[in-house]
């Protein structure tokens, strides 16, 4: 028997209800192999937590889904790997800004309006800006913005 033939028994040898042969080759097993004995203890305790009178008039397909729940569960709290995460967003808002800076050196020239507050600025999203831009526009601008801080 393979792990996991053995993990598929480890729930009907906690509940006794396996053959005698069986069960000793799976109690071999769990003394050699440290991760169906992991295994055992873990569905041990859920079914001792889980444990109630009626629990012999449970069919057996409510302990398999039993199993595959508790599986789900477990992989739903294991941590994501947040390496990519880490990295990229830093990244993707650096070059968001040197994005939108560049964009009001280049294209915007200052004028003395903005520093007159009664007159009503428009209220412009450069980075939306950005986008609306001709492809012809955003190739030139993008030229730009390399020369400027890449030097190419
Ligand atoms: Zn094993």
């Known amino acids: 028997m393979n792990c ?11 509940l006794g209800d396996i053959e005698p042969e069986e069960k000793e080759i799976i ?3 769990l003394c050699e192999c440290p991760i169906c004995a ?12 889980c444990a109630c009178p009626e629990l012999e008039k449970i069919d057996e397909s409510y302990w398999e ?12 709290t294991k941590p994501k790997p947040k390496f990519p995460y880490r990295v ?17 050196l280049f294209f ?27 492809p012809e526009q ?3 601008f993008i030229k730009m913005v390399n020369q400027k801080y890449f030097g190419e």
């Open 65 to 76: 889904e039993f199993v595959i729940s508790v599986h789900e569960k477990i992989a739903l």
């Open 38 to 49: 992991e295994e055992f203890d873990f569905l041990k305790e859920c079914i001792s937590v």
């Open 27 to 29: 109690l071999r097993h």
């Open 138 to 140: 955003q190739r030139e």
């Open 108 to 134: 915007k020239t200052p004028t003395k309006e903005v520093a007159r507050p009664e007159i009503p600025e428009v209220q412009t999203d450069p980075f939306h800006e950005v986008y609306e831009l001709s």
């Open 4 to 14: 996991l033939d053995i993990q598929d028994r480890i729930v009907d040898l906690i």
């Open 88 to 104: 990229v967003i830093p990244i993707a808002a650096s070059a968001i800004g040197v994005i939108g800076i560049a964009y009001f």
